[in-house]
């Protein structure tokens, strides 16, 4: 029981974390077909900001402070840089979202240095929030799933049950009614990738003093976050969600697990030894495999269901 709460409990934060990440990509594509390689960058820049910001003003300013400041720059990314090669396709898209990333990269270690920064968690979030069984669970986690909580009940208010909301999905299906309207689509598409990025900004604020502040954060979610989002269905909120939560359990789980194919088959009876045909593969640990297991996951989901578990968007 003490192994299966805590690790549904990490498995959760963990997941809520990914679909702070995969959300704003996933409005972003949804609302304007934009796959942005980039995304990731602006989630490493938030833990940046918010690490400099936090040193002068403390950790609650920042959380506020940091997210807005990468929206500013997300915003104006798309205004001064996006917009003039979206009517060229998707394939000039990617390729200055691309460059973008490793743009971001190079600034982050000339300012702030190729090693980790110190940023820690602020005192109110040091230490367990209850402990189960003699394991503790940190308030840390705990706070990361609060905040993702509030930002998809946020979001889904915003876009369902508001003014904005119903403009920003009447541009994407209608944009020359919206036009006619009176409202400026372009400004709206801005607004929209800036609320993204955004997003990606305050997951990097409370994932980046959770875990850890560094030049490499940004790549070794890059990939997990394409896998959450394809998963989910290109373009699905609820589906991104939900990939999340499945991909954060499935893995969390996974890495706890010690047992092989080999033990499972001595389990059975069966007599396994170094000599046995295939054994480098049998001797192979859940654990070990734990990294690999989102991927086949995409795989499977590519074969069987390639728009994902709720996606509608085709293109």
Do not use: C
């Not at 976050?225 to 998963?231: E, R």
């Amino acid at each position: 029981m003490e192994f299966f709460v805590i690790s549904l409990l990490n498995g959760v934060s963990y997941g809520l974390l990914l679909f702070m990440l995969s959300s704003g990509l996933t409005l972003i594509f949804s609302m304007m077909g934009v796959l942005n390689f980039a995304h990731t960058s602006f989630y490493m820049l938030g833990a940046y900001f918010a690490y400099t910001v936090s040193g002068v003003l403390g950790f609650w300013p920042a959380l506020f402070i940091a997210p807005l400041l990468v929206g500013a720059l997300g915003a104006a990314f798309e205004r001064y840089s996006l917009r003039r090669v979206h009517k060229f396709g998707h394939v000039p898209e990617l390729l200055v979202t691309f460059g973008l990333s490793y743009l971001i990269l190079e600034l982050v270690q000339l300012v702030w240095g190729r090693s980790t920064v110190p940023y820690g968690l602020p005192e109110a979030l040091q230490g367990p929030l209850f402990s189960l069984y003699g394991t503790q669970f940190p308030r840390s986690r705990s706070f990361i799933m609060l905040v993702a909580l509030l930002m998809l009940l946020s979001v889904w208010l915003l876009l369902t049950r508001t003014r904005i909301g119903l403009v920003i999905q009447a541009a994407l299906k209608h944009p020359e009614m919206v036009e006619a309207l009176g409202h400026n689509v372009p400004r709206v598409f801005m607004l929209v990738f800036g609320g993204g990025a955004a997003l990606a900004g305050l997951a990097g604020v409370i994932g980046g003093n959770t875990y850890v502040t560094e030049p490499a954060m940004a790549a070794s979610v890059g990939s997990i976050i394409f896998v959450v989002v394809v998963v989910g269905g290109m373009g699905s909120l609820a589906g991104a969600f939900l990939a999340s939560l499945l991909i954060g359990i499935i893995q969390t789980f996974a890495v706890a697990l010690d047992y092989s194919g080999a033990s499972a088959l001595q389990g059975l009876g069966m007599n396994i030894t170094s000599e046995t045909f295939g054994y480098p593969l049998l001797s192979l640990t859940i654990s070990q495999v734990a990294p690999i297991l989102p991927y086949l996951f995409l795989v499977l989901i590519l074969i069987f269901r390639p728009k994902g578990l709720l996606g509608t968007r085709e293109d």
